[in-house]
């Protein structure tokens, strides 16, 4: 295998690929889709989770907390990269990522056993949190051991072609987490599914555990990693030396802030933040909206691996920074599209019928409480709450202080009210307030949901598989990028850490983000500027700092020497 991995460059680009690394591709990326699976439940299954897990708040604060549940394991998934990452260069590549995915499994497995807000109060939420952040560490592990593994297997020159095959498995994993729903959802009733069906999904992981673990134990040691070890010349501090050392520390910084952090939010705003809109802003029917990015996805997905073998030819930089760049200009037209598409009534609606929340700005909060510890209980806070959940636009006009916030439609005008001030008859207020806003934006033709037999299809599907094409161009290569700008003996701790900040909590946190900004703004559009803020950063500092790395042989310019055998300068 290792001899395989020094094949020169025009016999690898003739050869057909062996039937090992076949099995390493196909073991690696099978094991890696499982993970992924596991993974992008809590996010699938967001309005489930919700009602089950944070049934104690109102329905606004509830999907806001599950959306942070879903990001904790974002968070946490660069503090996995630095804990599975030195342990992936000093025991191994294979073991550590069979460990991963073991924890991945056990903790997919509690979610689906673990009972509601109503039987455990709130104990339930917080080990709902405490299995996100499990699976968080142990992806956190196992995306740079099956990067490496894999790159460490592929013949120079076809790279970015074989790591490409591990770049499908994160949409892969999410395809499969969306065909497994739909699949529950049509064959039982609504009340069943929400009763307890959507909790088999996350039972039938522990199946998948076992047979990733199976597959995995027939994978031999990545040969690299096995001739360092017999030469005894592996890091024996790698965090150290990944990231104590200047010249290996600043290629981590330039891989984040050049390369991951834009990757991630176009990756996420092109899958994730697609899904949430379609269901909490469009409010598109949730079988419909998963058949749409199902549909797009499985359209899309070969466009991984296209654009892992065109970076083989011409690059790594000019595709992932030219996604970037094409994210950062089509992100509001395809959105903006999209809503023409899904919910025509709504968009008519949002240009024919202008809304102004007229209140005194002191009162008005930023409606984004990540701790928990706020209430939003203002005249304000509730006017603007009620707008941002039925998907209306609005503008803030100011009002002197001690005015109640008031909603203008036209020329109805409904007053809201302060909650503590209501005391004992605040839910009386609040039922009739609810009912007055919902007659008067209904009146002004916003629709309580997206009317199937307007929504058009082919339209809908084409612009969601835009959306996933420069998802491929900006994941497809990166995988090659990133192991080709670390030294073997750092290899798995260098490339672990910026992918994770970068697709933990640039992209891992969008979500929230947008929809905070969404609120705060008055506009369904302005989360976006999130998305185009940083693609347009990692396009200049990527341009500026990032080297093009397809032609380095990681094998023989690639240093595996130790620190003081070599210069510094051999890391770049």
């Known amino acids: 295998m290792a001899a395989q991995a020094r094949i020169p460059r025009s016999d690898a680009e003739v050869r057909p690929m062996s039937a090992e690394e076949r099995k390493v591709i196909i073991a690696s990326s ?86 509601s807000y109503g039987t455990w109060g709130i104990l339930s939420p917080i080990l709902f949190i405490a299995c996100r952040l499990l699976q968080g560490l142990a992806l956190g592990g196992e995306y740079g051991g099956a990067a490496t593994y894999v790159a460490e297997h592929a013949p120079h020159g076809r790279r970015g072609f074989y790591t490409s095959w591990i770049q499908t498995t ?66 024996k501090a790698p965090l150290t030396e990944a990231f104590g050392r200047w010249d290996n520390a600043k290629i981590a910084i330039f891989a984040l802030l050049g390369g991951t952090a834009g990757q991630a939010v176009v990756w996420y705003g092109g899958q994730f933040y697609a899904l949430f809109f379609l269901t909490q802003t ?36 000019p595709i992932v920074l030219g ?82 916030a008031k909603i203008k439609i036209g020329e ?30 209904r009146g002004a033709g916003y629709p309580a949901g997206a009317d199937p037999a307007k929504v058009n299809w082919p339209m809908t599907i084409l612009i969601l598989t835009a959306l996933v094409i420069l998802v491929t161009m900006v994941y497809g290569p990166m995988a090659a990028w990133l192991v080709e700008m670390f030294p073997t003996r750092i290899r798995y701790s260098g490339m672990s850490l910026p992918y994770h900040i970068g697709n933990g909590w640039f992209g891992g946190f969008l979500p929230p983000t947008a929809f905070a900004i969404v609120a705060a703004t008055g506009d369904i559009f302005s989360g976006l500027w999130y998305v185009v803020a940083v693609a347009s950063g990692t396009f200049i500092i990527g341009l500026l700092f990032v080297p093009e790395t397809k032609d380095r042989d990681i094998f023989g310019a690639d240093p595996i020497e130790p620190p003081h055998r070599r210069p510094a300068s051999a890391d770049l």
């Not at 729903?181 to 609504?190: D, Q, V």
């Not at 999209?338 to 930023?366: G, H, R």
Request: proline content about 4%.
């Open 282 to 317: 469009l409010k598109m029917d949730p079988i419909a909206a998963n058949y749409a990015i199902a549909g797009s996805l499985a359209i899309g997905t070969p466009f991984f691996v296209l654009f892992g073998w065109l970076s083989d030819k011409i690059g790594r930089k």
């Open 412 to 441: 109805k005008e409904v007053v809201a009210f302060d909650r503590l001030a209501a005391g004992a008859e605040a839910g009386a207020k609040n039922a009739a307030f609810e009912k007055a806003a919902t007659e008067a934006i």
């Open 170 to 235: 994160a949409t892969v994993g999410l395809f499969l987490s969306l065909l497994v729903i739909l699949g529950l959802r049509l064959s039982m009733s609504p009340a069943a599914f929400a009763e307890w069906g959507w909790r088999v999904p996350f039972l039938v992981s522990i199946i998948l555990l076992a047979v990733s673990i199976w597959i995995r134990m027939q994978l031999a040691e990545s040969p690299a990693f096995t001739k360092m070890k017999e030469e005894g010349t592996h890091s």
């Open 323 to 404: 996604g970037c760049l094409l994210g950062a200009i089509l992100y509001f037209p395809l959105f903006h599209a999209l809503t023409s598409a899904v919910n025509p009534t709504l968009e008519a609606a949002l240009a024919k019928s202008p809304v102004t929340v007229v209140a005194n700005d002191a009162e008005c909060s930023f409606q984004f409480n990540p701790t928990g510890t706020s209430s939003f209980t203002s005249s304000c806070d509730i006017a603007k709450s009620f707008l941002a959940r039925n998907s209306v636009n609005y503008t803030n006009v100011a009002a002197p202080a001690g005015a109640v």
């Open 30 to 115: 099978a094991g890696t889709v499982f993970e992924w699976y596991d993974f992008y439940l809590a996010g699938s299954l967001a309005a489930n989770i919700s009602a089950n897990f944070f049934s104690g708040v109102n329905p606004t604060a509830g999907f806001i907390f599950t959306l942070l549940g879903f990001a904790a394991g974002f968070a946490v998934r660069p503090f996995g990269a630095l804990f599975f990452g030195r342990l992936g260069d000093i025991v191994g590549r294979k073991y550590t990522f069979l460990v991963t995915m073991t924890l991945m499994g056990i903790a997919t497995f509690i979610v689906g056993i673990l009972p």
